[in-house]
């Protein structure tokens, strides 16, 4: 998977109560176009994981939203979301949601909100934008050695 440190909205953010991510300022000319799509020439993913276990909260909700201010509060428009993941779900170090980006108009501030049912008591997250999610499968334990 290709990182890119300006495509971060999170690295192990706590997340207890509503809130938003770090944002990303397309800046002041960045256009708004119908079908803009943020990964131009290939897809583009939005991955959520988890750090610490999350505890308290019953659930929680990661969605990305544009907005025309940074504190994306004055008319933000969902892009994709994740719907209300159980906290059972948010164990700690786990890939929570691997979303496609879709094309659409984006304003200049892009971030996650953060929409928790309940009181959270613990619980971080790590999103990221790639164009190259990584797939974890679990293999079978009867699975035969790699051959030299």
Known sequence: ????QLLYFSDNQQVLADGI???????????VLANYSPGFASDLFLVVQTGTAFAG????????????TAD???S?????????????????NKVVAILPIPPADYERYIGLAFDITGTGTAGTIRAFLTQTPGFWRKMASVNPPARN
Do not use: F, Q, W, Y
Not at 1 to 4: E, P, R, V
């Open 1 to 4: 998977m290709i990182l890119d």
């Open 21 to 31: 991510s770090n944002v990303i300022d397309r800046g002041s000319n960045a256009p």
């Open 57 to 68: 909260a019953t659930g929680l909700e990661v969605k990305l939203v544009s907005d025309s």
């Open 72 to 74: 994306l509060a004055t």
């Open 76 to 92: 933000p428009t969902t892009h994709v979301s994740t719907g209300v993941i159980p906290v059972a779900n948010l164990g700690a």
